[in-house]
């Protein structure tokens, strides 16, 4: 988190997600390091949210859910990854 967002409110939040095979898991921190929005962050006070998914037999390629492996209802408010994403993004709207 940019100190300027640590030490002062009013932060936009930057929700960005990996493409398939570029989870930390597969790539390390090259997305994360290599993206830009990190570097932008610090100069726009800007908090940038990087959610992770891991690769699994029915993912293998360790995609988010934009085809309805996760349930039918994967792009609706409920769906488990954009309800993971909203929780994080809930916590961080929390005060220190």
């Avoid at 939040?13 to 610090?42: M, N, P, W």
């Amino acid at each position: 988190m940019p100190l300027a967002c640590a030490s002062q409110p009013g932060c936009r939040v930057h929700i960005a997600l990996h493409g398939c095979e570029q989870s930390r898991e597969t790539v390390g921190d090259d997305f994360i390091k290599e993206s830009g929005y990190a570097q932008v962050a610090d100069t726009n006070r800007f908090v940038i949210l990087f959610p992770q998914i891991k690769a699994n037999a029915i993912n293998p390629q360790g995609c988010w859910d934009w085809w309805g492996y996760t349930d039918l209802d994967y792009l609706g408010k409920d769906a488990p990854q954009i309800a993971a994403i909203w929780s994080m993004v809930e916590q961080l709207a929390k005060s220190p």
